[in-house]
C-alpha cells in the first residue's frame, strides 16, 4: 500500500494541493490506526469539530469524514499513519472572517515501526503557540525551536512563559511525576489526544492526576517526567535544561497500561 491522498472522498488533484499550501489556513489531527480501528477516535472528531467551527465558522460533519476515512482505508488491516487535514478551497485571504465550507484532505500510509526513546533532553524557550488550543497548521515556530535546541546539543524544545511556567514541548504535551501523582503543567497549550487519553486512563485505574501550575525552579519536587502525543503515549525526559531526572521504571508500565485501557472506536 503506498500512501493515499483523497480531499472529500475522491482523489487530491493538484490544484487543490496548491491552494492548500498556497493559503496554509487550516487545521489537522494525526492518529494511528489499528485493524481498522483508531485509540481515541472520537476525540479526534470532537477536535476537527470544534477546530473547524473556529477557524472557519462552520460546522464538519463527522460522520461523513469518518465514511471518507473508511474510505480511504478499505481493507487495510495492517497499521496506519493517518493524518486529517480541515481547510477550504473557499477561503478568501481579502475576507478571512467569512464562514466557508470545510473540505477534508485524507492522507493515509503504513505506519511506521514503533520506536523505541532514548530519554529526550529539553531545553526550554520563552515561546507561546498562537491559538494553543487549536492543533493549527502553523507548525513552523516548533520545529524552529526544535531546531535550535538540537542546535545546542539537546533534543527538543521545552515552552515556557517569560516567568518560566512549563506549558508543553514542541510537538508533545508534557507529564510530571513527583512519587504520588501525576502533574500536567497548567498553561495554555494544546489538549492533546494522547494527554486525554492518559488522563481517561489514570482516572480508570484510580491513580492521582493533578493540573497545576509548574514553574522550572519547581523541577526539583519531580521524580520523572514525560512527554506524550497521539503517536507515542509514552517518551521518558533526561533532563530539562541542567536538572536531571531519575529514572523510575514502572512508571512507562504504568502509562502504557492507562492508554491502552481506551478501547479501539471501530472507524
Known amino acids: 500500500m503506498g500512501a493515499i491522498l483523497t480531499i472529500n472522498g475522491v482523489p487530491a488533484q493538484a490544484d487543490d494541493l496548491r491552494l492548500l499550501v498556497a493559503n496554509n489556513y487550516g487545521h489537522f489531527t494525526a492518529l494511528r490506526v489499528e485493524d481498522g480501528k483508531a485509540r481515541g477516535l472520537s476525540l479526534h472528531l470532537d477536535r476537527l469539530h470544534g477546530a473547524t ?27 496506519l499513519s493517518v493524518r486529517i487535514n480541515v481547510f477550504s478551497r ?3 485571504r481579502a475576507h478571512p472572517g ?10 493515509v500510509a503504513p505506519a511506521p515501526a514503533p520506536m523505541h526513546r532514548a530519554p529526550l533532553r529539553l ?11 487549536v492543533k ?14 538540537q542546535r545546542a546539543g539537546f533534543d527538543d524544545a521545552l515552552f515556557v512563559d517569560a516567568a518560566g ?15 504520588a501523582r501525576i502533574v500536567w503543567p497548567q498553561a495554555p497549550q494544546l489538549d492533546g489526544i494522547g494527554m486525554q487519553l492518559l488522563k481517561l486512563g489514570l482516572k480508570r485505574h484510580n491513580i492521582a492526576s493533578v493540573s497545576r501550575m509548574v514553574r522550572l525552579p519547581q523541577l526539583d519536587e519531580f521524580h520523572a517526567a514525560f512527554l506524550t502525543n497521539s503517536s ?20 512507562a508500565e504504568l502509562l502504557r497500561r492507562c492508554h491502552e485501557s481506551n478501547p479501539l472506536q471501530p472507524i
Open 53 to 79: 467551527r473556529e477557524l472557519f465558522g462552520s460546522e464538519l460533519d463527522r460522520e461523513r469524514v469518518r465514511a471518507w476515512l473508511r474510505q480511504a482505508i478499505g481493507d487495510e488491516r495492517r497499521e
Open 90 to 92: 473557499r477561503f478568501d
Open 98 to 107: 467569512a464562514a466557508v465550507a470545510p473540505d477534508v484532505l485524507i492522507s
Open 123 to 133: 531545553k526550554s524557550f520563552v515561546y507561546g503557540r498562537e491559538l494553543p488550543q
Open 136 to 149: 493549527h497548521v502553523g507548525t513552523f515556530p516548533l520545529f524552529h525551536f526544535r531546531a535550535l535546541a
Open 165 to 179: 511556567t512549563i506549558a508543553e514541548a514542541s510537538i508533545w504535551n508534557i507529564g510530571l511525576f513527583d512519587g
Open 232 to 251: 507515542m503515549s509514552y517518551c521518558p525526559i533526561a533532563a530539562i535544561d541542567g536538572f536531571r531526572f531519575t529514572d523510575v521504571p514502572s512508571l
